[in-house]
Nanobody, 122 residues
Framework: QVQLVESGGGLVQAGGSLRLSCTASGSTLSSYSLGWFRQAPGKEREFVATITWSGNTYYADSVKGRFTISRDNANNTVSLQMSSLKLEDAAVYYC????????????????WGQGTQVTVSS
């Protein structure tokens, strides 16, 4: 059974930075693409970023240039470095394992973490 556990969320001022991490157990993730999604209250879950098994990265336009996704296969971890945070970045952030299909759709991912809250204050 694959388990994904996110950490690193918290309260940050607008313009600040935060680093999220997601550690997997029960499976080696090195051969999978891994993604981050987020969901704000009253909104649908949306794609944030994905890193493929080979290290290629994809970002939502809204975070491009501000967020960086990376992976550490030795530690079975994927991270999301978030900089220049905006109020609209506040959400619960989820990591997920990509199974097949488009990297941008949440239905393409099979295992999800429980989420970590990111709050951005003005």
């Amino acid at each position: 059974q694959v388990q994904l556990v996110e950490s690193g969320g918290g309260l940050v001022q607008a313009g600040g930075s935060l680093r999220l991490s997601c550690t997997a157990s029960g499976s080696t993730l090195s051969s999978y693409s891994l993604g981050w999604f987020r969901q704000a209250p009253g909104k649908e879950r949306e794609f944030v970023a994905t890193i493929t098994w080979s290290g290629n990265t994809y970002y939502a336009d809204s975070v491009k240039g501000r967020f960086t996704i990376s992976r550490d296969n030795a530690n079975n971890t994927v991270s999301l470095q978030m900089s220049s945070l905006k109020l609209e970045d506040a959400a619960v952030y989820y990591c997920a394992r990509h199974l097949r299909g488009s990297y941008y759709g949440f239905s393409s991912y099979d295992y999800w973490g429980q989420g970590t809250q990111v709050t951005v204050s003005s």
